[in-house]
Each structure stands twice: as structure tokens, then as C-alpha cells.
């Protein structure tokens, strides 16, 4: 059984879609960052980052295991099951590659853009501009990767598409505003997120948790 601590986010919404790929048993805890639940002290024991996801894997082959951020929960979960992640050569360092500017760019650029141009009460323009030019920047990036091979990494479906997609498809929706231009030119995009979206493990995990 797995443990899942994790809120309604792109960050928290990766590792329910892996998850539910794996057909694994797990238990969600919901950990509510509008209410500051990630400083609660057990928490911290589990995540010292004060972040979501993380997990318990009670099943773990030394006894339960304690993991937080993301990219290192999908590359646990991906190797211990074998799935998602090929176990040496090209293919696995192309989808190290692609999980990890997923993990460095992609994400904390548009967590950035989502902040300073929806959620924040006094608007930067400057930091808007900055931040839509960049989050502009990597789904052109995604763009050309996609309009060349039918997945980040190559021809397989891995957790570098899995890591991507749930900010990829907030990027298409609550921050579709400031991003007009740029899905205008992004049919490639477009057409993965459709193909990922319509996998049924995605459309579960991307409910979860349930609140």
C-alpha cells in the first residue's frame, strides 16, 4: 500500500496519474496548502521541503519509505515497477532529460506566470511579460520536440509525459488568457495533450483528491 500526500495542482496531480497508470493500491491524504497543512510537523517528517506530492511506500523493499518531490517519486515508482521508464540506454536518458526540464523549466515558469498574472491581487506587468515570454519560450521548446516524435522522449508513452502534462494543461486552460499567441502555434502540443488526456489513468489521477 502507498500513502499519497497531495493537493489539487499540477505538482500534486503526477504521481495519482502514475499511480493509477500502475494499477497501484494507495491511500490519498489530502495536504490543503490554502491552509498551510504542509508546515504541520508530521508532514514535515514525511516532505522536509514543506511541498506536495510525497509518499509512503509501505511495501518498499527495506521496510516503508518515505519520498517527496515529484521527479524522484516517478523515477522511484517507474524502476521498481518496471514501467515508463526503460531500465538503461537511449530511451531511458531521453526521458531523464525531458522529466528533468519538465522539473527545472517548464513547471516553475509556469507556476511563476500562474501567480504574478491570475492569482496575485496587485498585478507586476513586468513580471507578467517576463514570465509569459519564457512559459512562451518552453511550450515552443515542447513544440518542436512534438512535432517531430509522437512523445517527449521518443515513441513511448513515460513519466516525462507524465510530469508535463498537468501543467501543460493548466498552461491550456486557466492560463490560456495570457498564452493566446502562443497556442495559436502549437498544434503539436495541442495533439499530445489530447492523446495524453484521453488516457483513462490520466483522466482519473487528474481527479484526485477529491475535495
Do not use: C
Not at 500502475?22 to 498551510?36: K, S
Not at 515508482?77 to 514501467?83: I, K, N, S, T
Not at 540506454?89 to 527545472?104: F, N, S, V
Request: a negative charge; glycine letters at 8%; charged letters at 20%.
Amino acid at each position: 500500500m502507498i500513502t499519497l500526500y497531495t493537493w489539487t495542482t499540477p505538482n500534486g496531480r503526477k504521481i495519482p496519474i502514475m499511480l493509477e497508470e500502475l494499477d497501484l493500491a494507495y491511500e490519498v491524504r489530502p495536504i490543503n496548502i490554502g491552509q498551510n497543512e504542509q508546515f504541520d510537523p508530521a508532514y514535515l517528517a514525511i516532505s522536509p521541503n514543506n511541498k506536495i506530492p510525497a509518499i509512503v511506500d509501505h511495501d518498499a523493499e527495506d521496510g516503508a519509505l518515505a519520498l517527496f518531490e515529484s521527479g524522484a517519486i516517478l523515477t522511484y515508482l517507474a524502476e521498481r515497477h518496471g514501467r515508463f521508464l526503460s531500465p538503461s540506454g537511449p530511451a531511458r536518458y531521453k526521458t531523464l532529460e525531458w522529466l528533468h526540464w519538465q522539473i527545472g523549466g517548464l513547471g516553475p515558469m509556469l507556476g511563476q506566470l500562474g501567480f504574478f498574472a491570475l492569482r496575485s491581487k496587485e498585478k507586476a506587468p513586468l513580471a507578467i511579460e517576463r514570465f509569459t515570454e519564457e512559459a512562451d519560450r518552453l511550450i515552443g521548446v515542447m513544440e518542436k520536440r512534438l512535432a517531430d516524435v509522437p512523445y517527449l522522449a521518443g515513441d513511448d508513452y513515460t513519466i516525462a509525459d507524465i510530469a508535463a502534462y498537468p501543467w501543460t494543461a493548466a498552461a491550456a486552460g486557466m492560463m490560456a488568457a495570457p498564452l493566446a499567441a502562443t497556442w495559436d502555434r502549437s498544434p503539436s502540443v495541442k495533439r499530445w495533450l489530447e492523446v495524453v488526456g484521453a488516457r483513462p489513468a490520466v483522466q482519473r489521477g487528474m481527479a484526485v483528491p477529491k475535495v
